[in-house]
């Protein structure tokens, strides 16, 4: 979870507007959209995540790494959560 209140703020932005857009695309299936136009919301809605995503990682990153004075042990933990995620994410 995000340390400062700025970096709170960012992040809960970033789901409130991929909130609005969900609500968006369940009201377009229920107005008979056009399949493409659902098509590129659901696009939007997946570039959203992905914003999110990165956002959320370079806190993690930030908060972990660079505040205080992190042990090796520390910093091989941080490494290894964000190498699994990242994989994960990618397959």
Known sequence: MPNSAED??????????????VEALERALNSDV?????????????GAANG???????IHLKDA???GEPTL??????????SGLIRSYLK
């Open 8 to 21: 709170k703020k960012k992040v809960l932005t970033r789901i409130r507007r991929i909130g609005g857009q």
């Open 65 to 67: 790494l660079l505040t």
């Open 34 to 46: 056009p399949c493409v136009a659902m098509l590129q919301q659901i696009a939007a809605i997946r």
């Open 52 to 58: 999110l995503l990165a956002e959320m990682i370079e």
């Open 73 to 82: 042990d520390q910093r091989t933990q941080c490494t290894d959560e964000i």
